[in-house]
């Protein structure tokens, strides 16, 4: 059965940092384009950051340049989003994505909660 397993949320203060973790299983993980998303409380859901299915390619929202950085480790079927210099407004629940082709697959979130 496919699942994504976000893990690493959690109350930070502002200029904090925090690594979060998706875990992948049942499915090809290093097939598959990997993406971070949050939302916000009364706000849509938006991309925060990207990862090509070989870790050789990587974009961020503007909002988060600079300080957020998306990896990827095939071999643990595990996508990261390091999380630096967090400010009340990246408060949200992040959700991990897997891409292919016609194949797309949701976690369940995790809350990261930024301050003071």
């Known amino acids: 059965q496919v699942q994504l397993v976000e893990s690493g949320g959690g109350l930070v203060q502002p200029g904090g940092s925090l690594r979060l973790s998706c875990a992948a299983s049942g499915f090809m993980f290093s097939s598959y384009a990997m993406n971070w998303y949050r939302q916000a409380p009364g706000k849509e859901r938006e991309l925060v950051a990207s990862?090509?299915?070989?870790?050789?390619?990587?974009n961020y929202a503007d909002s988060v340049k600079g300080r957020f950085t998306i990896s990827r480790d095939n071999a643990k079927n595990t996508v990261y989003l390091q999380m630096n210099s967090l400010k009340p407004e990246d408060t949200g629940v992040y959700y991990c994505?897997?891409?292919?082709?016609?194949?797309?697959?949701w976690g369940r979130g995790t809350q990261v909660t930024v301050s003071s």
């Open positions: 990862i090509s299915s070989s870790g050789g390619s990587t």
């Open positions: 994505k897997a891409v292919r082709i016609r194949d797309v697959y």
